[in-house]
């Protein structure tokens, strides 16, 4: 019994028969369609591992690493993590923590930077503490200041207390939803914040920019492959 075929009828094809027009891609799954981009983040601490590791990233893949080293010693220990596989970004996330006890600690911060930008890398870095970006939410600072005093003014606005509770695990997983569903806080305030002291503070070696966090330019970048 010969097969069935599926003639297309000359009057039909005159008419612009609805069934014979070829369907359109919708444009959402065209648009949707971002290549996958990769972010490896170098963490000095838990606090910044996990808070990077909280932004809701739709179109990329976000590995944040906490080594439990700072400056150089993070930047050395980039290679360690490169070779598990290729990244589009690196970022290097640390602090100066002052600290007059450590002989070459402003020496060993300037390095740091220095050469992981050398080596193609994006620096994340604050000075004095991390936690500056954290208090930039809320207030504009421009005085130097160390973390004693970021760790108060978290400890006043969260009604905690940050020095002994603020590091724990449970803790600094809350920390980006609080920040985002806290009407007292600001992201874009942090942002323009942290761009406003930068400018001020840009000419300077790296351990004399205080107050002064970069943070703000990687969250730019995370925010861009969040969802809306």
């Not at 930047?75 to 923590?97: H, I, L, N, P, T």
């Not at 000075?127 to 004693?148: C, G, K, M, T």
């Not at 108060?152 to 997983?173: C, E, P």
Request: with cysteine; net charge positive.
């Amino acid at each position: 019994m010969p097969r069935k075929t599926h003639s297309i009828k000359h009057t039909d094809e005159k008419a612009d028969k609805a069934w014979l027009r070829k369907s359109k891609p919708y444009v959402y799954s065209v648009n949707s369609r971002t290549k996958n981009r990769t972010f490896l983040i170098i963490c000095e601490g838990q606090t910044e591992e996990v808070y990077f590791k909280s932004f809701p990233v739709l179109t990329a893949t976000v590995q944040s690493i906490n080594t439990g080293s700072s400056n150089m010693a993070l930047v050395d220990a980039v290679k360690r993590f490169q070779k598990a596989g290729s990244y589009d970004e690196v970022w290097c996330v640390f602090d100066f923590d002052i600290n007059l006890m450590i002989s070459g600690q402003a020496q060993d911060f300037n390095n740091a930077i220095k050469v992981a930008k050398e080596r193609g890398y994006h620096c994340a870095y604050s000075n004095d503490a991390f936690e500056l970006w954290f208090v930039l939410h809320y207030q504009y600072i421009d005085q130097q200041q160390q973390r004693d005093f970021f760790y108060q003014v978290l400890s006043s606005r969260w009604g905690i207390n940050y020095t002994r509770d603020g590091k724990s695990l449970a803790f600094t997983k809350s920390l980006y939803n609080r920040l985002l569903s806290d009407g007292n806080a600001s992201q874009q305030a942090a942002i323009a914040s942290s761009r406003r002291l930068l400018k001020i503070h840009e000419d300077k070696p790296y351990h004399l920019q205080n107050p002064v966090t970069t943070v703000f330019q990687l969250v730019e970048r995370l925010n861009e492959h969040c969802r809306k």
